[in-house]
C-alpha cells in the first residue's frame, strides 16, 4: 500500500502560458470557461441537491456556461478526474485530499458539504470477526485512496497490524459490499450509503466504528481554475450553500431525491442521514485538525514520509478564503 498510495501521478498540466512574453496584457487572463465540470456522488447529498434542481445550470445561464456533471463513484475516482483535469470541483474525504495532495495532485479544499461518519468496518452478521486484531490473515475488501481505506489502516495500526498483516481485495466501494456478502472476503472497509444498504438490507454487522477517524467531506477546486477564475469559484460556493441549506430544511424531499439517485429504500438513505452532518460549510482549523491527524497517523503507519510536515502540507492545502469572502 505504500508504493501504491504515496506514487507520483502524472499530472497533464501544460506550461503554455509561460511561453508567449510577447502576448498583450490583457491576454494575460485566462478567458472565462465555456463550461463548469463538476461532480456528483451518493456519498455527497448535497450534490444530489445541486444536480437535481440544476442550480448551477441558473445560475450561470446568462454567462453561457455550461456545466458538466461527473458522477463520482468514491473519493480517489474525484481526484482522478481533478488530476486529469476532467473535473474543476471534486467532492471527497479530507484525507484521501491530503494524500493526494502530497502525491502532487493540484488541488484546493475550499468548502466541506458535510461532516459523515461515512466509514466504519463491516462484516457479515454471522461472522466470527469481533475485533480488529481478529482481520489478521484475512481477506479484507477496500477501496485505495479513499476514506474507508484511511480508516482501515489506522484501525489496523491502533491493533497493533499493518496491510501486511491482511490480504486486501482491491475493489471499488459498491463490489466490495458485494464480495463481503458472497463470502469472498471477511470484512469491507465501507462507504455509505452503501455501508447503511449492507446493514439494513444485508443484515451486516459495523464491528468497528470511531467516528472521529472519519474526516470531513470536502469539495476541492484544482488550483488552476480557483486562479484563474476566482469569482467563478466564490458563484459555484454561493450556489453550493444555497444547496445545503435547502437540504436541511427539507429532509423528506432530500430522502426522496437521494433514493431516486441510488435506488436504495428509504430506510437505507435515513440511516445514512443519521450519520451525516451537513450544519456547517466553513472550512479551516477543525477540518485542518482532523486531516492532521488522519495525516500523522498515516506517518506513524508508515503510509507517509514521516519527514513530512502535516501543519505546513494541510495548510497548503486548505484555502478558506473563498466560503469566507461569500459571508457564509
Same mark, same amino acid.
Given at each position: 500500500?505504500?508504493?501504491?498510495?504515496?506514487r507520483?501521478?502524472?499530472?497533464?498540466?501544460?506550461?503554455?502560458?509561460?511561453?508567449?512574453?510577447?502576448?498583450?496584457?490583457?491576454?494575460?487572463?485566462?478567458?472565462?470557461p $465555456?463550461?463548469?465540470?463538476?461532480?456528483?456522488?451518493?456519498?455527497?447529498?448535497? @450534490?444530489?441537491?445541486?444536480?437535481?434542481?440544476?442550480?448551477?445550470?441558473?445560475? #450561470?445561464?446568462?454567462?453561457?456556461?455550461?456545466?458538466?456533471?461527473?458522477?463520482?463513484?468514491?473519493?480517489?475516482?474525484a481526484?482522478? #478526474?481533478?488530476?486529469?483535469?476532467?473535473?474543476?470541483?471534486?467532492?471527497?474525504?479530507?484525507?484521501?485530499?491530503?494524500?493526494?495532495?502530497?502525491?502532487?495532485?493540484? +488541488?484546493? @479544499?475550499?468548502?466541506?458539504?458535510?461532516?459523515?461518519?461515512? $466509514?466504519?468496518?463491516?462484516?457479515?452478521?454471522? @461472522?466470527?470477526?469481533?475485533?480488529?486484531?481478529?482481520?489478521?490473515?484475512?481477506?479484507?475488501?477496500?477501496?485505495?485512496?479513499?476514506?474507508?481505506?484511511?480508516?482501515?489502516?489506522?484501525?489496523l495500526?491502533?491493533?497493533?497490524?499493518?496491510?501486511?498483516?491482511?490480504?486486501?481485495?482491491?475493489?471499488?466501494?459498491?463490489?466490495?459490499?458485494?464480495? +463481503?456478502?458472497?463470502?469472498?472476503?471477511?470484512?469491507?472497509?465501507?462507504?455509505?450509503?452503501?455501508?447503511?444498504?449492507?446493514?439494513?438490507?444485508?443484515?451486516?454487522?459495523?464491528? #468497528?466504528?470511531?467516528?472521529?477517524?472519519?474526516?470531513?467531506?470536502?469539495?476541492?477546486?484544482?488550483?488552476? #481554475?480557483?486562479?484563474?477564475?476566482?469569482?467563478l469559484?466564490?458563484?459555484?460556493?454561493?450556489?453550493?450553500?444555497?444547496?445545503?441549506?435547502?437540504?436541511?430544511?427539507?429532509?423528506?424531499? +432530500?430522502?426522496?431525491?437521494m433514493?431516486? %439517485?441510488?435506488?436504495?429504500?428509504?430506510?437505507?438513505?435515513?440511516?445514512?442521514?443519521?450519520?451525516?452532518?451537513?450544519?456547517?460549510?466553513?472550512i479551516?482549523?477543525?477540518?485542518?485538525?482532523?486531516?492532521?491527524?488522519?495525516?500523522?497517523?498515516?506517518?506513524?503507519?508508515?503510509?507517509?514520509?514521516a519527514?513530512?510536515?502535516?501543519?505546513?502540507?494541510?495548510?497548503?492545502?486548505?484555502?478558506?478564503?473563498?466560503?469566507r %469572502?461569500?459571508?457564509?
Open positions: 500500500m505504500t508504493a501504491a498510495l504515496t507520483r501521478q502524472l499530472v497533464a498540466t501544460a506550461a503554455a502560458a509561460a511561453v508567449a512574453p510577447t502576448v498583450a496584457p490583457t491576454a494575460a487572463h485566462a478567458a472565462a $465555456t463550461e463548469i465540470r463538476i461532480d456528483w456522488a451518493t456519498y455527497n447529498p448535497v @450534490s444530489l441537491v445541486l444536480k437535481e434542481q440544476g442550480l448551477l445550470e441558473k445560475e #450561470f445561464a446568462a454567462d453561457k456556461i455550461g456545466i458538466r456533471w461527473v458522477m463520482s463513484a468514491g473519493s480517489n475516482k481526484l482522478e #478526474f481533478l488530476n486529469a483535469g476532467s473535473l474543476d470541483f471534486g467532492s471527497t474525504a479530507g484525507a484521501a485530499a491530503l494524500v493526494a495532495k502530497i502525491n502532487g495532485n493540484p +488541488l484546493k @479544499s475550499i468548502y466541506v458539504y458535510s461532516r459523515p461518519e461515512w $466509514t466504519a468496518l463491516v462484516t457479515k452478521g454471522d @461472522s466470527t470477526i469481533k475485533t480488529v486484531a481478529d482481520l489478521k490473515g484475512q481477506r479484507v475488501a477496500v477501496t485505495r485512496g479513499t476514506d474507508p481505506h484511511i480508516f482501515l489502516v489506522r484501525a495500526a491502533d491493533a497493533g497490524l499493518t496491510e501486511k498483516d491482511v490480504k486486501l481485495v482491491l475493489l471499488q466501494h459498491a463490489d466490495g459490499r458485494l464480495a +463481503l456478502e458472497r463470502g469472498d472476503v471477511v470484512a469491507w472497509a465501507g462507504l455509505d450509503p452503501l455501508m447503511a444498504a449492507a446493514e439494513i438490507d444485508g443484515g451486516a454487522r459495523l464491528f #468497528f466504528r470511531k467516528p472521529e477517524a472519519n474526516t470531513w467531506g470536502v469539495l476541492n477546486v484544482r488550483e488552476a #481554475f480557483a486562479a484563474e477564475n476566482p469569482a469559484v466564490r458563484r459555484v460556493l454561493t450556489v453550493y450553500e444555497t444547496a445545503r441549506k435547502w437540504a436541511l430544511a427539507n429532509t423528506p424531499e +432530500l430522502k426522496t431525491m433514493m431516486n %439517485a441510488t435506488k436504495l429504500s428509504d430506510a437505507v438513505i435515513a440511516r445514512q442521514l443519521e450519520r451525516t452532518d451537513m450544519t456547517n460549510g466553513q479551516g482549523a477543525p477540518q485542518a485538525a482532523s486531516i492532521v491527524a488522519a495525516g500523522k497517523a498515516l506517518q506513524a503507519a508508515g503510509v507517509l514520509d519527514a513530512l510536515d502535516m501543519q505546513t502540507v494541510v495548510g497548503g492545502m486548505i484555502d478558506p478564503s473563498f466560503i %469572502a461569500i459571508g457564509a
